[in-house]
């Protein structure tokens, strides 16, 4: 029997565990303190004859077990069923996407960033059967989602892809390039590409060289080019100011377009100024279709049997049963017969 966590990251939580006995420590050295500042031993006895430690105890762990369910519920633990007999060809497509903020120029409307998005979108219609990774990347590049045929949830991550998901700025294509290819099959030196969408801002030359060696291994770079060679400023959302440099002076971000027209080159792709969002996705579709396609195994199509719902159920049991729990001592009423 396979089981695996969904969300595995979540078990990160269970560090809250510690942290609850911890509590549970100082309170039973709060309750000790107290007594010892009354004084009086008789006394004492008298107010705390009816509080039962032990029932103290099993409320702590009533709470703390609860509080490991629910992590264990939301990391949801699933067990592999059978694979669904679906066979399909595709390709593995990674989409890398320049969130830096001089994707907000308006040289393109309404900016460049949400003329990008609308490209991804138009792309994910004509690559239905293939699976798609996204990249986002400014000053650093992250892996958003790895490859998977579950566009419906790529569609979700593009839209909120913007400059405040990579705060470091700039425009580190070399890693965009580099993170798109740690999703690839390694194995294989065919049916992958990247598809890079970006104004190119920054001069990387790191990239070049880079995308010689992916071109080796098997890799097509097709690049997008977004903005003019006029260039434009750059709205500050924050500020809602235009950018300015040490000096004061307006920053104007232009497009790149001989380093980007480079790096397709390198690997037998093609580089695609964007004018008209179908044109491009069409040009691209085109080009991807010369690939060959390989047979895909896709874990979208494995069943998985859930078993959050009893990790959370018996959480709120040991809530509610925790909650009518006294810490008193029970009473047993005997009746002389």
């Given amino acids: 029997m396979n089981f695996r966590f969904q969300h595995i990251e979540y078990l990160i939580a269970l560090i809250v565990v510690p942290l609850l006995v911890l509590l549970y420590w100082q309170s039973l050295r709060w309750k000790k303190k107290t007594a010892a500042k009354i004084g009086n031993p008789k006394l004492v006895q008298e107010l705390i004859g009816n509080y039962a430690p032990f029932h103290f105890l099993l409320k702590f762990i009533a709470i703390a077990a609860a509080v490991v369910l629910v992590i264990l519920g939301a990391a949801n633990l699933q067990q592999q069923g059978v694979m669904d007999q679906v066979q399909r060809k595709g390709l593995d497509v990674v989409i890398a996407i320049d969130v830096s903020k001089s994707m907000l120029a308006e040289d393109i409307k309404p900016n460049r960033l949400e003329r990008a998005r609308q490209v991804v979108y138009r792309l994910m219609d004509q690559l239905q059967d293939d699976r798609i990774g996204l990249v986002l990347f400014a000053g650093r590049a992250y892996m958003q989602m790895p490859l998977t045929s579950d566009h419906g ?9 913007g400059p405040d998901v990579v705060p470091t700025q700039g425009t580190v294509i070399a890693e965009a390039l580099r993170m798109s290819n740690t999703a690839f099959n390694s194995k294989e030196r065919k049916y992958k590409s990247i598809i890079l969408i970006t104004d190119g801002e920054d001069h990387d030359p790191e990239a070049l060289e880079l995308s010689k060696k992916l071109a080796d291994n098997g890799v097509m770079i097709n690049t997008v080019g977004i903005g003019s060679a006029e260039g434009s400023p750059i709205l500050d959302p924050g500020t809602n100011e235009y950018k300015k440099d040490e000096a004061g002076n307006t920053v104007i971000s232009k497009l790149n377009e001989s380093e980007l027209q480079q790096l397709a080159a390198n690997t037998k792709g093609l580089y695609v100024h964007l004018e ?28 998985y049997r ?3 719902q009893w990790f959370l159920g018996l959480a709120l049991l040991l809530l509610v049963a925790e909650f009518f729990f006294p810490e008193k001592k029970w009473k047993i009423s005997r009746t002389d017969a």
């Avoid at 949830?153 to 892809?161: C, L, S, W």
């Avoid at 491009?280 to 279709?289: N, P, T, W």
Wanted: aromatic fraction near 10%; glycine fraction near 0%.
């Fill in 153 to 161: 949830a790529a569609r979700m991550y593009v839209q909120q892809a």
């Fill in 306 to 308: 859930n078993y959050f």
């Fill in 276 to 303: 008209d969002i179908n044109t491009a996705v069409d040009v691209i579709a085109k080009q991807l279709s010369t690939i060959e396609q390989d047979s895909l195994e896709d874990s979208a199509f494995k069943n």
